[in-house]
């Protein structure tokens, strides 16, 4: 926004409480150029009262597998092309130090859900499958809990992956009864989606706790019979088509745009939470998009995220939603082996951006995200921001943002990003605690990050196992600043640096949140000191 002096920034609410007179002119300065430093305080203010004062629509968009470097906005060498994401970056705040609190997918929907670690609960490692009980227990804070105590519908599309309990005989599911412990228990008003990854079975769509249609085919793909588009052997319900789910959830999700857009506009906002199953395995593009980049499957699946969501930005500007809409574009993880990184790089295109590692990994490839907020007219347009991030902060964004009081429980993990939404470069997060799908941790504070494994502990080379037969050293400290890609570590010419991350580790274990506030109980022990290490200080 550029400052205009007939800008209407010159009418201040009373909500913005702000005693002008010390920002008066100085009289030295030059008329013109206190007009224009006046306007563009002005215009500061105003949009700072516009962010608290709104209450948007909210829909969150989490993408599966997808990496930092799949989308042009987070990689300028992008060989992918996404122009809604680029147009929807180009709208709005685009996140370059954005993480997920894992490197996997559970733990990272655990983590995005209630702003707290997923470590903290009794998830120490891996993922669920698609029929694992029910992780987020009813009386744990959650979005949807949180969403719709701020008077919001509350609706979950797509796939959960956190489990809930199928009604089992003999260790058989009848899909005839209602699925218990779903995301209604965790907040949600209404919710349709499927249980876990697009790869495991059980394959039926349930609409909040009931199966729309019986499984009438046992199906699934090899890996031999196709390098992309394989998943595992299971029931299928009579409705459910593999390679319709991505399409069929936008469709969903745009009827039910349509269908809050009154209510909305009437002042009864909607949060939706979209995750979707793509790019993840099964990778099966359709037309237009199957071959459509040049690259390979993966590939044309990204594309398809790509203009599915672009389909939905659309649904939002025609009932008349947009500029009271706030949408959070991001990913669960970095990109998967399976999007086949040796064909994609020798097209000049490296889905980890440059940075080490991919999904499942401690290293970053396996942790940074993209992650894109859009807002038209509440955040500045085409801005980028390197302020430190992790989607456990999107839950006390959106407490800030709906003017809820902070809790002891809810967010532990959590910083505001508001401050970064009105232009500030910091929202008060100093260190990130990272965790891999074997478990290991990483703390990183300012530049400095320490590694607690030997390896990638995911699936990288080397991987732990390998690590250890090599004697190579049970932790790697890394300087980001001078070393993104983690070439070098310099854990033995370091050690005063790794010791205090220890203990600041440490202490966030313990405190049971990394935010300011009462201790928490984690809700199990938690141990993170690889073999040999010990706590400095420790007897």
Same mark, same amino acid.
């Given at each position: 926004?550029?400052?205009?002096?007939?800008?209407?920034?010159?009418?201040?609410?009373?909500?913005?409480?702000?005693?002008?007179?010390?920002?008066?002119?100085?009289?030295?300065?030059?008329?013109?150029?206190?007009?224009?430093?006046?306007?563009?305080?002005?215009?500061?203010?105003?949009?700072?009262?516009?962010?608290?004062?709104?209450?948007?629509?909210?829909?969150?968009?989490?993408?599966?597998?997808?990496?930092?470097?799949?989308?042009?906005?987070?990689?300028?060498?992008?060989?992918?092309?996404?122009?809604?994401?680029?147009?929807?970056?180009?709208?709005?705040?685009?996140?370059?130090?954005?993480?997920?609190?894992?490197?996997?997918?559970?733990?990272?929907?655990?983590?995005?859900?209630?702003?707290?670690?997923?470590?903290?609960?009794?998830?120490?490692?891996?993922?669920?499958?698609?029929?694992?009980?029910?992780?987020?227990?009813?009386?744990?804070?959650?979005?949807?809990?949180?969403?719709?105590?701020?008077?919001?519908?509350?609706?979950?599309?797509?796939?959960?992956?956190?489990?809930?309990?199928?009604?089992?005989?003999?260790?058989?599911?009848?899909?005839?009864?209602?699925?218990?412990?779903?995301?209604?228990?965790?907040?949600?008003?209404? %919710?349709?989606?499927?249980?876990?990854?697009?790869?495991?079975?059980?394959?039926?769509?349930?609409?909040?706790?009931?199966?729309?249609?019986?499984?009438?085919?046992?199906?699934?793909?090899?890996?031999?019979?196709?390098?992309?588009?394989?998943?595992?052997?299971?029931?299928?319900?009579?409705?459910?088509?593999?390679?319709?789910?991505?399409?069929?959830?936008?469709?969903?999700?745009?009827?039910?745009?349509?269908?809050?857009?009154?209510?909305?506009?009437?002042?009864?906002?909607?949060?939706?939470?979209?995750?979707?199953?793509?790019?993840?395995?099964?990778?099966?593009?359709?037309?237009?998009?199957?071959?459509?980049?040049?690259?390979?499957? %993966?590939?044309?699946?990204?594309?398809?995220?790509?203009?599915?969501?672009?389909?939905?930005?659309?649904?939002?500007?025609?009932?008349?939603?947009?500029?009271?809409?706030?949408?959070?574009?991001?990913?669960?993880?970095?990109?998967?082996?399976?999007?086949?990184?040796?064909?994609?790089?020798?097209?000049?295109?490296?889905?980890?951006?440059?940075?080490?590692?991919?999904?499942?990994?401690? %290293?970053?490839?396996?942790?940074?995200?993209?992650?894109?907020?859009?807002?038209?007219?509440?955040?500045?347009?085409?801005?980028?921001?390197?302020?430190?991030?992790?989607?456990?902060?999107?839950?006390?964004?959106?407490?800030?943002?709906?003017?809820?009081?902070?809790?002891?429980?809810?967010?532990?993990?959590?910083?505001?990003?508001?401050?970064?939404?009105?232009?500030?470069?910091?929202?008060?997060?100093?260190?990130?605690?990272?965790?891999?799908?074997?478990?290991?941790?990483?703390?990183?504070?300012?530049?400095?990050?320490?590694?607690?494994?030997?390896?990638?502990?995911?699936?990288?080379?080397?991987?732990?196992?390998?690590?250890?037969?090599?004697?190579?050293?049970?932790?790697?400290?890394?300087?980001?600043?001078?070393?993104?890609?983690?070439?070098?570590?310099?854990?033995?010419?370091?050690?005063?640096?790794?010791?205090?991350?220890?203990?600041?580790?440490?202490?966030?274990?313990?405190?049971?949140?990394?935010?300011?506030?009462?201790?928490?109980?984690?809700?199990?022990?938690?141990?993170?000191?690889?073999?040999?290490?010990?706590?400095?200080?420790?007897?």
């Amino acid at each position: 926004m550029q400052p205009d002096s007939s800008h209407p920034a010159c009418i201040i609410d009373s909500h913005s409480a702000i005693e002008l007179s010390k920002f008066m002119p100085n009289p030295r300065l030059p008329q013109r150029t206190l007009t224009a430093g006046i306007c563009l305080l002005l215009v500061s203010l105003v949009a700072s009262v516009r962010v608290h004062a709104e209450r948007p629509n909210v829909i969150i968009v989490m993408a599966d597998d997808l990496g930092i470097g799949d989308v042009s906005p987070t990689n300028p060498e992008c060989k992918i092309p996404t122009p809604n994401l680029q147009r929807m970056a180009d709208q709005g705040l685009t996140f370059l130090d954005a993480h997920t609190p894992s490197s996997v997918c559970t733990p990272t929907r655990y983590g995005l859900l209630t702003g707290r670690y997923n470590w903290r609960s009794r998830l120490s490692r891996g993922v669920l499958s698609g029929t694992s009980e029910h992780l987020i227990p009813p009386e744990r804070p959650t979005l949807g809990h949180l969403m719709r105590g701020a008077g919001y519908h509350t609706a979950m599309i797509g796939k959960w992956h956190l489990g809930w309990d199928w009604h089992k005989v003999k260790g058989e599911i009848d899909f005839t009864q209602p699925v218990l412990n779903g995301p209604d228990v965790n907040g949600f008003d209404q %919710y349709y989606g499927h249980c876990g990854s697009l790869d495991m079975p059980p394959y039926v769509w349930v609409d909040t706790g009931k199966v729309t249609a019986q499984p009438d085919r046992e199906e699934g793909v090899t890996k031999k019979q196709d390098r992309y588009g394989w998943y595992r052997q299971g029931p299928i319900g009579s409705d459910f088509h593999i390679d319709n789910v991505l399409p069929h959830l936008f469709e969903k999700s745009i009827s039910h745009v349509a269908a809050r857009a009154a209510e909305s506009k009437a002042g009864k906002p909607f949060f939706l939470y979209l995750p979707l199953p793509a790019p993840h395995t099964p990778i099966v593009p359709v037309a237009p998009f199957k071959d459509a980049s040049g690259l390979n499957p %993966y590939a044309d699946f990204v594309m398809q995220v790509d203009d599915h969501l672009g389909q939905l930005l659309q649904a939002l500007r025609d009932h008349g939603l947009d500029d009271n809409t706030l949408v959070i574009f991001t990913s669960d993880n970095g990109c998967s082996p399976e999007g086949n990184f040796d064909l994609l790089k020798g097209h000049g295109h490296d889905p980890s951006a440059g940075y080490r590692g991919h999904k499942a990994d401690i %290293y970053e490839g396996g942790h940074r995200v993209p992650m894109i907020a859009r807002w038209p007219g509440h955040l500045q347009e085409g801005r980028s921001t390197r302020a430190l991030a992790c989607l456990t902060d999107i839950y006390s964004t959106l407490e800030a943002l709906t003017e809820q009081p902070r809790q002891d429980l809810g967010g532990e993990d959590g910083f505001s990003l508001l401050p970064v939404f009105e232009g500030q470069e910091s929202s008060g997060r100093e260190a990130l605690i990272s965790h891999s799908i074997d478990g290991s941790f990483a703390i990183r504070q300012g530049p400095w990050k320490l590694c607690l494994a030997a390896g990638s502990g995911g699936w990288s080379a080397p991987r732990e196992p390998l690590a250890k037969k090599q004697g190579l050293p049970p932790m790697q400290l890394f300087n980001l600043d001078d070393d993104p890609a983690e070439e070098e570590n310099l854990v033995e010419s370091k050690p005063q640096v790794a010791a205090e991350l220890l203990v600041l580790l440490d202490q966030q274990v313990q405190s049971g949140r990394c935010t300011p506030g009462q201790q928490v109980a984690n809700d199990r022990k938690i141990a993170f000191l690889p073999e040999g290490v010990t706590l400095p200080g420790a007897k």
